[in-house]
């Protein structure tokens, strides 16, 4: 089962992948990927050396096809020489590089490509990343005078002189796993050590993740030619002002656009010319002469951009994108040239001494921040432009306007960036620590004490070196919006000073650094702790009655997906659903479930009825994911600007088969956590204290509303509706505002199965734009009424709007029960697999009596073609009615 859905999604990533080559191929002849031909050999099966690898009289033809970008597991996966780790208990198969010792892993790679060198031009080869360290040698020269060390570091070798005049050549590069490569032992990154490295974390295991057994060994991002005339860009660096307090529409006063470029001649002759760049059918110059085998840097004239088109923040306004085009001219001649996309905003931020916390301002607003964190798209480093898009775009309809990238990983590749410049996320962008594995807490599963823990890793200068060289490649990107020092702990004191006094200052001085994640600098931490959490399930009054942290960079839930995502990992012989003891307020879990790290429902599930088998539990898990995040979202909103200045939810996402903490499993099929948060972030919100009863409106906006209708029904388990009130309100923009509290009523009406709430706002037009409906246990806490419902009269419709678009209509009659908990499902009509990615306009659908729906699904028609069905699956539908046909 889960190759097929991993065959499915590597055919998403190669057809994006072909149609991003070609699209940089019209726009950069000069550059291009060596993503295919590689082969591959471990160090321990070579008896040659890399002179004689890379020269064309050694035969490769019996070696293993390597994947490069890649690790070596995901090499040894795509041999099939192991089985897959993200299934059942299959890690455990797979060998531990601590046990085998670092030679197991360590791997020759070596490629053909056709490449000459010209007159008057230059070729370079550029790395971008390799794990852990690297020997590299071209057609029987060694291009590294020094081991070539960091995970974190871009390679970049001029070729020109090396290149064979036949245009045939060989390139081996020997990749060393990590220098320490950590006992995971089962502690948060096993026992520290891997820490040691400037390098990931989680590789040694973690509460969310098994052990990766390579530990991420190999040239794991993209490999390049680059070929330019005598000087080349190394790296451009884009600032845009904007003064003043701004509103995303009407006309606008100018932005100021400062651009500076990093010019490097490596020719033994001066070369005279102009760094050029364009921003808005405007070009701005500076003539220069570089000396002979130098590098500098050239800051060109600041740009006035009169009514600039700005960058806002999803939910705040338009995510307009400059094309901003860079490039060395000499004479009539481009020697390089870069194309930036730009978008023109600026980040603020400020304390503020109500709250106790730090605000984020965008072009002069503040930003309630509604955020998620992030780990990597990929615990074996599979990167591609299609999941990164996916995936983001899955924070969008979140109604979230921040992701958080963990302090354990990376700092993520531009096209991650890429993805939240265009869907309008903010970044806060971790550096590589955490407070686990680098010393703030006493761990018995630590090799080292805090002392020496305190002080990883082992190279500082190594760290510092990385740390530069990733800003640069990363600053230019408008969602960019927090630098901060580690998860949970600063980095040493030599690092931060570094990079608070020197570093950041001189590279990228726009933006708010914070030490550390939960650091009081960000949130002012009245509760004691490490102002973080709680996580895992809460009573939903918790997240509105207790004040937790101001700015709570991490504060979570439960995330198990439904039976079709639990069918993609776990054997069917282990289909067996958690039982909760109320003695002892333990979980009794299947073992693969424990080692896919399950985290406990507790008494939730009951609530809804007896388990009676795994897929019931999954079906009853999204009722509870559903209402953890809507609550959580909602109890934060509520007291937005007064207790909170934002949140960030830990976690929203898992980069293996984990079942905890996500709004979509790994293999991006969504589960009720992203709907429930979907609706409780809705940027105009209506929504209902569940302490009080009071019903309350949120407007996350910059806009007054004014006028708008607001209408409280509630319908018992037959259908029958109560409106308890129907009334014009008005908000102000960026607050709350208490509306009446219903609980006496709905106390009565509730007492003996449930009762359904309904809150929904009207605009002058009599158009919903905000619609709520909450489900209600009895007196005891129970939901027996759902446990008795009669089936539902729904009616389901679809059709094409378009290619790739599709609108399912869901009708309710009168006189009918509520149509409830609807999951739609874009299939395949024959094998009815879901259809990965697919993108809900909303899920999880409850339909009122009378009452019709639309959502709109999005795909990739290309992949997928048009042998395709809606399923519905329902609380209370039909079973034997759940496949619709697609209209044309």
Same mark, same amino acid.
């Given at each position: 089962?889960?190759?097929?859905?991993?065959?499915?999604?590597?055919?998403?990533?190669?057809?994006?992948?072909?149609?991003?080559?070609?699209?940089?191929?019209?726009?950069?002849?000069?550059?291009?990927?060596?993503?295919?031909?590689?082969?591959?050999?471990?160090?321990?099966?070579?008896?040659?050396?890399?002179?004689?690898? @890379?020269?064309?009289?050694?035969?490769?033809?019996?070696?293993?096809?390597?994947?490069?970008?890649?690790?070596?597991?995901?090499?040894?996966?795509?041999?099939?020489?192991?089985?897959?780790?993200?299934?059942?208990?299959?890690?455990?198969? $797979?060998?531990?590089?601590?046990?085998?010792?670092?030679?197991?892993?360590?791997?020759?790679?070596?490629?053909?490509?056709?490449?000459?060198?010209?007159?008057?031009?230059?070729?370079?080869?550029?790395?971008?990343?390799?794990?852990?360290?690297?020997?590299?040698?071209?057609?029987?020269?060694?291009?590294?005078?020094?081991?070539?060390?960091?995970?974190?570091?871009?390679?970049?070798?001029?070729?020109?002189?090396?290149?064979?005049?036949?245009?045939?050549?060989?390139?081996?590069?020997?990749?060393?796993?990590?220098?320490?490569?950590?006992?995971?032992?089962?502690?948060?990154?096993?026992?520290?050590?891997?820490?040691?490295?400037?390098?990931?974390?989680?590789?040694?295991?973690?509460?969310?993740?098994?052990?990766?057994?390579?530990?991420?060994?190999?040239?794991?991002?993209?490999?390049?030619?680059?070929?330019?005339?005598?000087?080349? &860009?190394?790296?451009?660096?884009? $600032?845009?002002?904007?003064?003043?307090?701004?509103?995303?529409?009407?006309?606008?006063?100018?932005? &100021?656009?400062?651009?500076?470029?990093?010019?490097?001649?490596?020719?033994?002759?001066?070369?005279?010319?102009?760094?050029?760049?364009?921003?808005?059918?405007?070009?701005?110059?500076?003539?220069?002469?570089?000396?002979?085998?130098?590098?500098?840097?050239?800051?060109?004239?600041?740009?006035?951009?009169?009514?600039?088109?700005?960058?806002?923040?999803?939910?705040?306004?338009?995510?307009?994108?400059?094309?901003?085009?860079?490039?060395?001219?000499?004479?009539?001649?481009?020697?390089?040239?870069?194309?930036?996309?730009?978008?023109?905003?600026?980040?603020?931020?400020?304390?503020?001494?109500?709250?106790?916390?730090?605000?984020?301002?965008?072009?002069?607003?503040?930003?309630? *921040?509604?955020?998620?964190?992030?780990?990597?798209?990929?615990?074996?480093? #599979?990167?591609?432009?299609?999941?990164?898009?996916?995936?983001?775009?899955?924070?969008?309809?979140?109604?979230?306007?921040?992701?958080? =990238?963990?302090?354990?990983?990376? *700092?993520?590749?531009?096209?991650?960036?890429?993805?939240?410049?265009?869907?309008?996320?903010?970044?806060?962008?971790?550096?590589?620590?955490?407070?686990?594995?680098?010393?703030?807490?006493?761990?018995?599963?630590?090799?080292?004490?805090?002392?020496? #823990?305190?002080?990883?890793?082992?190279?500082?200068?190594?760290?510092?070196?990385?740390?530069?060289?990733?800003?640069?490649?990363?600053?230019?990107?408008?969602?960019?919006?927090?630098?901060?020092?580690?998860?949970? =702990?600063?980095?040493?004191?030599?690092?931060? !000073?570094?990079?608070?006094?020197?570093?950041?200052?001189?590279?990228?001085?726009?933006?708010?650094?914070?030490?550390?994640?939960?650091?009081?600098?960000?949130?002012?931490?009245?509760?004691?702790?490490?102002?973080?959490?709680?996580?895992?399930?809460?009573?939903?009054?918790?997240?509105?009655?207790?004040?937790?942290?101001?700015?709570?960079?991490?504060?979570?839930? !439960?995330?198990?997906?439904?039976?079709?995502?639990?069918?993609?990992?776990?054997?069917?012989?282990?289909?067996?659903?958690?039982?909760?003891?109320?003695?002892?307020?333990?979980?009794?879990?299947?073992?693969?479930?424990?080692?896919?790290?399950?985290?406990?429902?507790?008494?939730?599930?009951?609530?809804?009825?007896? !388990?009676?088998?795994?897929?019931?539990?999954?079906?009853?898990?999204?009722?509870?994911?559903?209402?953890?995040? #809507?609550?959580?979202?909602?109890?934060?909103?509520?007291?937005?600007?007064?207790?909170?200045?934002?949140?960030?939810?830990?976690?929203?996402?898992?980069?293996?088969?984990?079942?905890?903490?996500?709004?979509?499993?790994?293999?991006?099929?969504?589960?009720?956590?992203?709907?429930?948060?979907?609706?409780? @972030?809705?940027?105009?919100? !209506?929504?209902?204290?569940?302490?009080?009863?009071?019903?309350?409106?949120?407007?996350?906006?910059?806009?007054?509303?004014?006028? =708008?209708?607001?209408?409280?029904?509630?319908?018992?388990?037959?259908?029958?509706?109560?409106?308890?009130?129907?009334?014009?309100?008005?908000?102000?923009?960026?607050?709350?505002?208490? &509306?009446?509290?219903?609980?006496?009523?709905?106390?009565?009406?509730?007492?003996?199965?449930?009762?359904?709430? @309904?809150?929904?706002?009207?605009?002058?037009?009599?158009?919903?734009?905000?619609?709520?409906?909450?489900?209600?246990?009895?007196?005891?806490?129970?939901?027996?009424?759902?446990?008795?419902?009669?089936?539902?009269?729904?009616?389901?419709?679809?059709?094409?709007?378009?290619?790739?678009?599709?609108?399912?209509?869901?009708?309710?009659?009168?006189?009918?029960?509520?149509?409830?908990?609807?999951?739609?499902?874009?299939?395949?009509?024959?094998?009815?697999?879901?259809?990965?990615?697919?993108?809900?306009?909303?899920?999880?659908?409850?339909?009122?009596?009378?009452?019709?729906?639309?959502?709109?699904?999005?795909?990739?028609?290309?992949?997928?073609?048009?042998?395709?069905?809606?399923?519905?699956?329902?609380?209370?539908?039909?079973?034997?009615?759940?496949?619709?046909? $697609?209209?044309?």
């Amino acid at each position: 089962m889960p190759q097929l859905y991993l065959k499915k999604l590597q055919q998403t990533f190669l057809l994006l992948l072909a149609l991003v080559v070609f699209t940089n191929r019209l726009y950069a002849q000069t550059s291009y990927e060596l993503n295919f031909g590689w082969k591959c050999a471990p160090v321990k099966e070579v008896v040659a050396d890399g002179y004689k690898l @890379s020269g064309q009289a050694f035969d490769i033809k019996s070696w293993m096809p390597a994947t490069v970008p890649g690790t070596v597991l995901t090499t040894l996966l795509n041999n099939k020489k192991v089985p897959d780790p993200f299934y059942g208990m299959n890690n455990e198969r $797979i060998p531990d590089i601590y046990k085998t010792g670092a030679d197991y892993y360590t791997y020759w790679f070596v490629k053909e490509f056709k490449e000459v060198a010209t007159p008057g031009n230059q070729v370079y080869l550029n790395f971008r990343g390799v794990n852990y360290s690297c020997d590299v040698y071209l057609n029987g020269h060694k291009l590294n005078k020094e081991l070539q060390k960091g995970m974190f570091l871009r390679f970049s070798y001029n070729i020109t002189p090396f290149l064979n005049k036949t245009g045939s050549n060989k390139m081996a590069v020997l990749v060393h796993p990590p220098d320490v490569l950590g006992n995971a032992n089962g502690g948060q990154g096993g026992d520290g050590t891997i820490a040691k490295n400037v390098g990931l974390q989680y590789t040694a295991g973690w509460d969310w993740i098994q052990p990766v057994r390579d530990r991420n060994t190999g040239i794991w991002d993209k490999v390049a030619i680059q070929k330019t005339g005598a000087v080349k &860009i190394n790296d451009t660096h884009v $600032i845009t002002l904007v003064p003043g307090k701004r509103l995303p529409e009407g006309v606008q006063q100018p932005a &100021i656009v400062k651009v500076d470029a990093e010019l490097s001649n490596p020719t033994n002759a001066a070369v005279s010319g102009a760094v050029v760049y364009e921003i808005a059918g405007k070009m701005v110059s500076k003539s220069v002469v570089l000396k002979p085998n130098s590098t500098v840097t050239v800051k060109l004239d600041d740009y006035t951009l009169q009514n600039p088109k700005l960058w806002w923040p999803n939910g705040y306004g338009e995510q307009y994108l400059y094309d901003v085009k860079v490039k060395f001219v000499a004479g009539k001649t481009v020697s390089d040239a870069q194309n930036l996309k730009v978008g023109v905003r600026q980040i603020q931020s400020e304390w503020n001494d109500h709250t106790g916390s730090r605000q984020i301002a965008v072009n002069g607003q503040k930003i309630f *921040i509604k955020g998620g964190n992030w780990i990597i798209s990929d615990a074996m480093l #599979r990167f591609t432009d299609t999941r990164y898009d996916a995936e983001v775009r899955f924070h969008r309809d979140m109604n979230l306007n921040l992701i958080r =990238i963990w302090g354990g990983s990376i *700092i993520e590749r531009p096209e991650f960036y890429d993805a939240c410049d265009r869907y309008g996320m903010l970044v806060f962008q971790d550096l590589w620590g955490s407070g686990d594995c680098n010393g703030r807490w006493i761990d018995p599963m630590k090799l080292e004490d805090q002392w020496t #823990r305190r002080k990883y890793p082992d190279d500082h200068g190594l760290f510092l070196r990385s740390a530069e060289d990733q800003i640069k490649m990363v600053r230019n990107h408008a969602s960019l919006a927090i630098w901060c020092g580690g998860n949970e =702990i600063t980095p040493p004191e030599d690092i931060l !000073v570094a990079l608070k006094n020197d570093i950041l200052p001189r590279l990228d001085n726009t933006r708010w650094f914070v030490d550390y994640s939960n650091s009081e600098e960000m949130s002012r931490n009245e509760l004691g702790g490490n102002g973080d959490g709680p996580y895992g399930i809460q009573p939903l009054s918790v997240f509105w009655q207790h004040k937790t942290y101001p700015f709570n960079s991490e504060v979570g839930s !439960v995330g198990v997906g439904d039976y079709e995502s639990l069918k993609r990992f776990i054997p069917q012989a282990n289909m067996v659903p958690p039982v909760y003891n109320d003695d002892t307020h333990k979980n009794k879990t299947d073992s693969v479930w424990e080692y896919h790290k399950y985290i406990g429902y507790d008494t939730s599930i009951t609530k809804y009825g007896k !388990v009676k088998n795994a897929e019931d539990f999954a079906a009853k898990a999204q009722l509870v994911n559903y209402d953890q995040y #809507r609550g959580l979202a909602e109890g934060f909103t509520a007291h937005m600007w007064d207790w909170y200045t934002g949140f960030i939810i830990w976690k929203t996402q898992n980069p293996w088969t984990a079942m905890r903490g996500q709004m979509y499993d790994y293999y991006l099929d969504p589960n009720a956590c992203l709907y429930g948060l979907h609706n409780g @972030s809705e940027a105009m919100h !209506v929504m209902y204290n569940p302490v009080d009863g009071m019903v309350m409106l949120a407007n996350n906006t910059f806009k007054a509303k004014r006028s =708008i209708m607001l209408v409280i029904k509630a319908y018992d388990m037959a259908g029958k509706d109560s409106l308890l009130t129907q009334v014009f309100v008005d908000i102000v923009p960026a607050s709350t505002k208490k &509306i009446l509290s219903v609980k006496k009523i709905l106390d009565e009406m509730s007492a003996k199965e449930g009762v359904f709430l @309904s809150l929904q706002l009207l605009d002058t037009d009599k158009k919903i734009f905000s619609d709520n409906l909450y489900w209600l246990p009895d007196a005891k806490g129970d939901y027996s009424g759902l446990q008795k419902m009669k089936s539902n009269g729904l009616v389901t419709t679809a059709r094409y709007l378009q290619s790739g678009k599709v609108e399912v209509t869901l009708t309710n009659p009168q006189n009918k029960v509520v149509a409830f908990f609807n999951r739609i499902s874009l299939v395949n009509a024959d094998t009815k697999e879901r259809i990965l990615p697919a993108f809900y306009s909303d899920n999880y659908v409850s339909v009122l009596p009378g009452q019709q729906k639309k959502i709109i699904v999005d795909y990739n028609p290309a992949l997928f073609g048009k042998n395709l069905a809606i399923d519905i699956d329902g609380w209370n539908g039909a079973s034997n009615n759940r496949l619709i046909n $697609i209209a044309n």
